[in-house]
């Protein structure tokens, strides 16, 4: 068995496509999957596991900036590579086909001058061997809108409304995203191929579960935040519990994110309120009078980090790599975006201070607040 290791060429498309939508057990028929990722994936980016003409694997990446905090306030964006679709078929497993698409991966980041590789990990104890450190985290919570009701004093203000034409909605996402992006520790840029696929496009968009938008406007009639969100009914003995999905909730006020919230949480007929996609130190439950209203089911990590230059990605931050602590690659790159505690790897065993209170030192420095977050999914 020899397996080789090159670079996609278009008529690996739909062997790729299989693959992937085998080994992630997605629900996605090969044909709509492969229609609806051409408009996003950088094929260039690209790379494939053949063994004796047979497709074993595959690995990408996308073209990313994240937005890193820098010292005395601040942010920066930095050119990151997006490591996605990185499958290997159960058949050649333990081959070491992975850690050779990720050499290939890293030496295409370092030509293009991106100084991090960036992921989502299907699970959680895979890459972390490669040099990855968890570097983000979020919430899955449920929340009661009968327990709902807001303090007196939570932001209010502007108005909200449905957005109902698809062309507008693309829009005020896109605008309203890219500022809010740039501004937010953890985001990720979404260039407009990446755009198209997200979006989908007319009519495919209002299939089912058909997606709604709420816009939030400030005082001055300008946007500045969305929330999309889906609902599932459920008619029990005639009486409606139904469900509303949030997919993504992007604001970049407190009153906007009060707002948009206020007006998920009284939707008509509505008993349960879900989402995936909220931050560990998300205001919300603080803008209630009663926080158990919102329940946390789920803490996972999301963006995993692989510090291609430590120097030089610290640098930007400006600050030094943690020098004072002996910690492996994957943990100092877990505190590179701030949301990483250097004190609570000591207590864990797995960093060592070279001076007493150094760990304590490095996170007065490096933890921003609040903490990174990325709403984008890859």
């Known amino acids: 068995m020899t397996i080789s290791i090159r670079r996609f060429v278009t008529a690996d498309r739909d062997a790729v496509v299989r693959n992937d939508v085998r080994s992630f057990a997605a629900k996605t028929p090969v044909e709509e999957a492969a229609r609806e990722w051409t408009r996003a994936l950088e094929w260039d980016r690209f790379w494939v596991a053949e063994d004796d003409g047979e497709l074993v694997g595959h690995a990408g990446a996308f073209s990313f900036d994240i937005t890193v905090a820098v010292a005395g306030g601040g942010v920066a964006r930095v050119p990151c590579s997006g490591v996605t679709w990185a499958s290997v078929q159960v058949t050649h497993r333990r081959q070491g086909i992975l850690r050779r698409f990720m050499e290939a991966l890293e030496g295409d980041a370092r030509d293009r001058g991106e100084l991090a590789l960036v992921l989502g990990a299907s699970e959680g104890g895979i890459y972390e061997r490669f040099g990855f450190g968890a570097a983000s985290q979020q919430r899955d919570v449920v929340i009661d809108p009968q327990m709902v009701r807001f303090r007196p004093r939570a932001p209010s203000g502007g108005s909200v409304h449905f957005v109902q034409d698809f062309e507008a909605e693309s829009q005020l996402r896109r605008e309203i995203h890219g500022r809010y992006a740039w501004g937010h520790v953890g985001e990720l840029s979404r260039s407009p191929q990446f755009w198209e696929r997200l979006l989908g496009t007319e ?42 999905e949030v997919t993504e909730l992007i604001a970049e006020t407190p009153v906007a994110h009060a707002e948009l919230w206020r007006t998920i949480c009284s939707l008509d007929l509505v008993m349960e309120i879900r989402t995936d996609v909220l931050a560990l130190d998300d205001p919300l439950p603080l803008l209630l009078d009663n926080a158990r209203a919102v329940r946390t089911t789920a803490v996972w990590d999301w963006l995993w980090v692989r510090l291609l230059d430590p120097e030089a990605a610290w640098a930007i931050r400006g600050l030094q790599p943690p020098d004072e602590l002996v910690m492996s690659d994957a943990d100092a790159s877990s505190l590179w975006l701030g949301g990483g505690s250097a004190r609570d790897l000591v207590r864990a065993g797995r960093a060592a201070e070279l001076r007493p209170g150094a760990a304590a030192d490095f996170d007065s420095l490096a933890r921003c607040v609040p903490g990174p977050f990325c709403s984008t999914g890859f």
């Open 203 to 244: 009519p495919e968009w209002r299939t089912a579960p058909p997606r709604h938008t709420l816009v939030h406007r400030d005082a001055s009639g300008d946007p500045d935040g969305y929330a999309c969100f889906t609902l599932a009914d459920n008619w029990t003995g005639g009486r409606p519990l139904h469900t509303c």
